[in-house]
């Protein structure tokens, strides 16, 4: 019982009726808050867009959601608008026991740069800060679990493993959006990583 379980992005809008709802996404709900008894720390994440984030289509013209374009820090998928800060569908799953959690950590809120990892932006060199904050904290194991597995999930666990921690990914307790086979490449990477999917 020394691991931490990150729960990463379990927000309306990732559910069914949502902006950008992932199949099933509520389901892992009682899952989820049943592994908290579980785990030394609980952190949850918060996918916390401005309404003009460049990640979504609407801000580029001619665009539409899913397409992919190039950033500069390299290609990025275009989304539909989604976890706009302060919004319904930014908030957590009414039914997620956010009061358990002993940090929340948001992501993606600059304009310019999307951030599907809990560690790092997606230029892969900006910090979000919860290495350190694990690492002061003595907290070595992670488990994973949440939304999106094929994206913020597969980022962040894959993040964790190249910075040493023990890594676990619960995918019972995950669910995917699978765009263009996007979830069994992210399991493989994952299995790459060295990340272990139980
Ligand atoms: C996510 C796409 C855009 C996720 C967040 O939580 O997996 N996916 N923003
Ligand atoms: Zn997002």
Redesign the pocket.
Known sequence: MSHALIV??L?ND?CPGGA?A?AEGGQIVPGVNARMAEAEAVILTQ?WHPADHS?FASQHAGRAPMQMIDMPYGPQ?L?PD??VQGSQGAAFHPGLETDRADLIIRK?FRRQI?S?SAFYENDQTTPTGLEGYLRTRGLTELEFV???T????AWSAMDAAKLGFKVRVLTSLCRG?DLDGSMARALDDMRAAGVELV
């Open positions: 990463i992005d927000q990732f950008l992932v996918d990640s998928v989304w989604h976890c993606g999307d599907y949440g939304l999106a094929d994206f913020c999930v959006i």
